[in-house]
């Protein structure tokens, strides 16, 4: 049994780094050779453990959807209320682009713009992966309805809906170059729908 | 003089062709062949008239911006109210997916999310058109303004901004197969942030 641990944390990082360049460069950007190199695999292991570049890809959305799903769900227990957990999650799919080099997105965005329209097992998973995180967002947006932090007047449903278009809108925007300061002011005016008495407007 | 007519009714046509060729499938997924077959042209007319692929990449963002600019200007003008020329784009957005057979999205926004991180002469271009799609809002929200829809208690390019990443997320959840239906809930809660007086909200 203590045979297979190297191996299977070998496939933890090499999953890892395959995510990381598909999630950088895209799928169809990426190629054999760039896979080889950062996962640090033989052409016959990358297949014997992983397939083709195609089951390589879906295992890396599925990888990258499982960390955001557990890494949320996490901040949503810790945090204060349900506007601080939403603001502050808004707020770092701003601040993570000024922090890094490049502009990522989100892996499962990125992805349903390059491929959802071609690629229909790819649009069934990112469709997947997206419908989880709702989950998370729902439990928050239930949460800020039984603290009457929000009104019970909305569908949640619908409040969630809204709540995703926004965060793919502000990680479009991040992607495509806006002023993160100007973004930045954009956030108050997401809540301002969810919260009924978000300070400052009216 | 006469003589040069034909060439540029052709180049219109040619540019047209090619916009729907990137836009669709994007610039990497688009081949030389795939130029050609749909401009309609020989390799030597395409490089003498175009330039390579990408200098006509950029060709077909300006021939989009202008487009969509010059069509979203009139819009504007025959609309009764800033409420029902935004309202009207954000359900062209959505509904423009259901008539079509492919969800093609924004050509500017599709661009911005495949090449802005890695091209920086087309991230200019993205970015200087999406501001010339701005400063269309930005005129309507200023007309809401003055007739007393929108409130004048947050400064218009706020306001701008914020409807610039609602289309966005509208967009690239469109883009990711969301259900029509749904989408279509999310308008009036966009609008809501907007208009002071949105009916049905509190």
Redesign the interface.
């Known amino acids: 049994m203590t045979s297979g641990r190297p191996r299977e944390f070998d496939i933890d990082r090499a999953l890892e780094a395959a995510t990381q360049q598909f999630w ?3 799928y ?2 990426t190629s054999l050779q760039d896979l080889l190199k950062t996962m640090r695999l033989s052409k016959s292991s990358l297949y014997q453990t992983f397939g083709n570049k195609h089951e390589l890809f879906l295992r890396c959305l599925d990888h990258y959807e499982q960390t955001m799903v557990s890494v949320l769900s996490e901040q949503l227990v810790r945090s204060i209320s349900t506007e601080r957990f939403l603001h502050d999650f808004l707020d770092g799919v701003i601040s993570e682009a000024k922090s890094g080099r ?4 989100c892996f ?3 992805t ?3 491929l ?3 690629d229909a097992v790819i ?1 069934r998973a ?2 997947s992966g ?1 419908g989880h995180l709702a989950e998370v967002f729902h439990r928050a947006i239930e949460q800020g309805k039984q603290q009457e932090e929000i ?1 019970s ?2 569908p949640t ?3 969630v ?2 709540f ?10 991040v ?4 002023d993160i300061a ?2 930045k ?2 956030i108050p ?2 809540m ?2 969810l919260f ?1 008495n978000e300070p400052g ?2």
């Open positions: 950088t460069v895209g169809e950007a490049t502009r990522k997105g499962l965005v990125n349903a713009n390059e959802s329209q071609r649009a990112v469709s997206t009104s007047f909305l449903k619908n409040l809906d809204y995703m278009t926004s965060v793919s809108g502000l990680r479009t925007m992607k495509g170059g806006a100007s973004l002011r954009v005016l997401i301002k729908t009924v407007y009216q």
